[in-house]
C-alpha cells in the first residue's frame, strides 16, 4: 500500500531564504507526483506535475525533483516571500487516478 | 477558464438530516472524485467516477452515496450525516487514465461541513 510522507510537518523562515522541502514515497511504481499548494480556507492549487519519466520541473521561483528508485521528491522555492506561506502537498498517482497525499507541510515566511 | 465548482462552501446541519454537496466541471474531464480531509490524516479518497455512470468506493466510502448522471457534475448525497462526517470535502477532476493522463488534475475551493 502506496504511503507519501512529508517532512518537515511545519516550517518558519525569514523572507529571502531558499527552502528545500521533502516528500517520500514507499512504492516507486508512480505514474506521475504533483505537488499542491493549500490556503487556509481554500482549495488546492496545482503547482508543479512530474511525470515518472522525467527528473524535474521548474515553474519560476519553483523547482520539483523526483528520484522515483528512492522514492523521493523535492520542492526548492528560491528567494523566499511572505506570500509563499501556505501549506504544501505532494500526492502520487499509481495506475489509477486516485492520488494519495502527503499530510503536507505548513510553510510560514515572515518578512 | 478551468474550474471545479463546489456547492455549498459552508453548512452546518444536524445529524440524519439528508444533504447534498454538488461539484460542477468545466473541462469535460472523465474523472471525477471525492476526498475528506481531517487533521493529522491528510486528503483521503471517498468515491470516484471514471466516466457517466461509472463509480466505485474509495479509501472511506461509509456513509456516502455519489452519481454521475452527467459528465460535467458528480454529487456527494449523505443521507443520514453523523457528527464523525464533519470535515472539509473537495471535488477533483482530471481527463482519466490514458487521456492524457500527465494533465493534473484540478481540485474545487472546498467545502466545510459541520454536523452538531
Known amino acids: 500500500k502506496q504511503e507519501v510522507t512529508q517532512i518537515p510537518a511545519a516550517l518558519s523562515v525569514p523572507e529571502g531564504e531558499n527552502l528545500v522541502l521533502n516528500c517520500s514515497f514507499t512504492?516507486?511504481?508512480?505514474?506521475?507526483l504533483q505537488w499542491f499548494r493549500q490556503d487556509p480556507g481554500k482549495g488546492l492549487t496545482s503547482l508543479l506535475l512530474?511525470?515518472?519519466?522525467?527528473r524535474e520541473q521548474t515553474s519560476g521561483r519553483l523547482n520539483a525533483s523526483l528520484d522515483k528508485s528512492s522514492g523521493r521528491s523535492t520542492l526548492y522555492i528560491a528567494a523566499s516571500q511572505p506570500g509563499d506561506s501556505a501549506t504544501y502537498l505532494c500526492?502520487?498517482?499509481?495506475?489509477?487516478?486516485?492520488?494519495?497525499f502527503g499530510t503536507g507541510t505548513r510553510l510560514q515566511v515572515f518578512p | 477558464e478551468a474550474q471545479v465548482t463546489q456547492n455549498p462552501r459552508y453548512l452546518i446541519t444536524v445529524t440524519g438530516k439528508k444533504l447534498t454537496v454538488t461539484c460542477s466541471q468545466n473541462?469535460?474531464?472523465?474523472?471525477m472524485s471525492w476526498y475528506r480531509q481531517d487533521p493529522g490524516l491528510g486528503l483521503r479518497q471517498i468515491y470516484y467516477?471514471?466516466?457517466?455512470?461509472?463509480?466505485d468506493k474509495g479509501d472511506v466510502p461509509e456513509g456516502y452515496k455519489v452519481s454521475r448522471k452527467e459528465k460535467r457534475n458528480f454529487p456527494l448525497i449523505l443521507e443520514s450525516p453523523s457528527p464523525n462526517q464533519t470535515s472539509l470535502y473537495f471535488c477533483?477532476?482530471?481527463?482519466?487514465?490514458?487521456?492524457?493522463?500527465?494533465?493534473?488534475?484540478?481540485f474545487g475551493d472546498g467545502t466545510r461541513l459541520s454536523i452538531l
Open positions: 467516477s471514471m466516466n457517466v455512470e461509472v463509480t
Open positions: 500526492a502520487v498517482r499509481g495506475n489509477t487516478d486516485k492520488l494519495i
Open positions: 477533483a477532476s482530471g481527463p482519466g487514465q490514458g487521456k492524457t493522463g500527465n494533465q493534473p488534475q484540478h
Open positions: 512504492d516507486s511504481a508512480i505514474y506521475n
Open positions: 512530474i511525470q515518472s519519466s522525467q
Open positions: 473541462m469535460n474531464h472523465e474523472y
